[in-house]
Each structure stands twice: as structure tokens, then as C-alpha cells.
């Protein structure tokens, strides 16, 4: 099932622990390493922070984050979330056009997500720790800049969040509405990209309605705009319930 609510905030800190699925199940993940090393030879096993317990109260997303491999967090995205004490929490930019378009990316060839489409986005590590904050505001910024080459104004960027959860994950969507219309953005980052060796994203798609999803968005991100569709359609006039298309292929 996934839920979305919007909070003014995020609370986050670094605090000392252990994934207990990394520990138990170290020997198949090390394996799993190899088989992925074998497909894409430029992955890399830095360092990542999942999310582990976490509350919203007063309209503010508060937790912590423990601190593990990106190998481990590869394996258990890839094995199809197991239960265990932490999960992945990150923020998205959820880029519109000024026309109200949607603009999301499709990830490269020789990326873990290679041909999955999403917004701007990135598991946290520890250059989004200061002191003992983990901040999620400091990553979204990061990751636009860096997926898109886009450095969005202030007056573009929502105040608050909106958190998606769905198995396994707590999407923090942080809207940005930008100035230029979806089509001047696309052609605006995809140069961007044109002028990268190795950019994350090999293009961009733009929804302007739910006839736009693909099986290649997961589906909490379809479920987000479709939220955010129906709800402006709302105010414009009655409409029925959006059902977005279920994801059948991307399980991260």
C-alpha cells in the first residue's frame, strides 16, 4: 500500500547501529556483489544511510539513519525488500514544468537503475551528514544539481515536503515548480546531459497526465502524480478517481 501525507519538515540524525540484514545475511549479499560487478563493472560500493525507526508528529518526519554499504542496500532493493530494521529513506525533486508537466529522468546504462525513470533523486550518504544532521534538503538540492545540472531558485521550491510511503521506502517529495515551461526545462537539462561523459540520465520524459506513465516509472511515483493530478483537477472541476498503471517491472 502507499500512502501519502505532507509535513512541514524533516528531523533526521546519524546514530550508531547496525542493519541487521547487511549482518545476517552477509554471504549472499557478497554474492550478489560479484554477479552485479560481472553486468556493471563501474559500479561502486561507497557509502550509503538507511533509514531506521522514524514517526511523524506535528507535521514533522523525525528519525534516524544508520550508515551501511551501498552493496548491502543494492542486495536488499534487489531481493525484494526483506523485512528487516531499517528501509530506504531519501528525497526526490519533484520537478514540474511552469506549465504543471511533470519532468523525470531515465537512468543510464551503466547505473544500478539502468532504464527505470524517476525524479532527481539519490540514496543519502555521508556528505548530507553535518554534525549529526542528516539532511534530506542539502541531497535533493545536490542531486538536481547533479542529475540535471538545474540549480532551482528559492521562490521555486516548496517549503514543505510531501512523503510517499511505499514497501520498503519513505519518499520525501520535494516539489519545485519551475519557472520555464516542461518543454524549455527538457531541452535545458537534456543539453546539460549532452555535455557530460557520463551523466546519470540518458533523457527526459515529461507526464503531462496519467496517459503518460510507463511500466518503467515504479509506481509510487505514478501514485504521487497521480495525487497531484486529481487534486488539481478537483479544484478546476469534478472528476473521477485517477488509477495510475501499476509498475510490473521496478521493485526500487
Known amino acids: 500500500m502507499i500512502a501519502i501525507e505532507p509535513v512541514d519538515a524533516l528531523d533526521f540524525k546519524l546514530a550508531p547501529g547496525v542493519w541487521d540484514f547487511a549482518q545476517q545475511r552477509a554471504a549472499e549479499i557478497d554474492a550478489h556483489w560479484e554477479r552485479r560487478l560481472a553486468e556493471q563493472p563501474r559500479l561502486f560500493n561507497g557509502r550509503v544511510l538507511m533509514l531506521g525507526p522514524h514517526v511523524i508528529e506535528a507535521r514533522v ?3 534516524t539513519f544508520l550508515e551501511t554499504d551501498f552493496k548491502n542496500f543494492l542486495a536488499w532493493r534487489e531481493f525484494g525488500f526483506p523485512e528487516s530494521n ?5 528525497s526526490m525533486a519533484a520537478l514540474r514544468g511552469a506549465d504543471g508537466a511533470f519532468l523525470l529522468g531515465e537512468m543510464a546504462s551503466h547505473t544500478a537503475s539502468a532504464g527505470a525513470v524517476y525524479f532527481p533523486a ?3 550518504d555521508p556528505s548530507d551528514v553535518f554534525g549529526d544532521i542528516v ?22 521550491i516548496a517549503q514543505g515536503w510531501i512523503v510517499t510511503r511505499a514497501p520498503g521506502r519513505v519518499a520525501c517529495m520535494k516539489p519545485i515548480r519551475l519557472k520555464l515551461s516542461a518543454d524549455e526545462a527538457r531541452a535545458h537539462i537534456e543539453a ?14 515529461i507526464v503531462r497526465s496519467p496517459a503518460d506513465f510507463t511500466d518503467s ?9 497521480a495525487h497531484l493530478f486529481e487534486r488539481e483537477s478537483r479544484h478546476r472541476e469534478p472528476s473521477a ?11 526500487g
Open 192 to 205: 546539460a546531459l549532452a555535455a557530460e561523459a557520463r551523466p546519470e540520465f540518458s533523457r527526459i520524459h
Open 122 to 124: 539519490g540514496t543519502p
Open 135 to 156: 539532511d534530506l534538503d542539502a541531497s535533493v538540492r545536490r542531486e538536481l544539481f547533479e542529475e540535471t545540472g538545474l540549480q532551482a531558485a528559492a521562490d521555486e
Open 241 to 251: 478517481a485517477i488509477q495510475p498503471r501499476r509498475d510490473r517491472r521496478l521493485s
Open 217 to 225: 516509472m515504479p509506481e509510487f511515483v505514478c501514485v504521487y502524480m
Open 86 to 90: 531499517a528501509r530506504n529513506g531519501f
Open 61 to 63: 518526519l523525525k528519525g
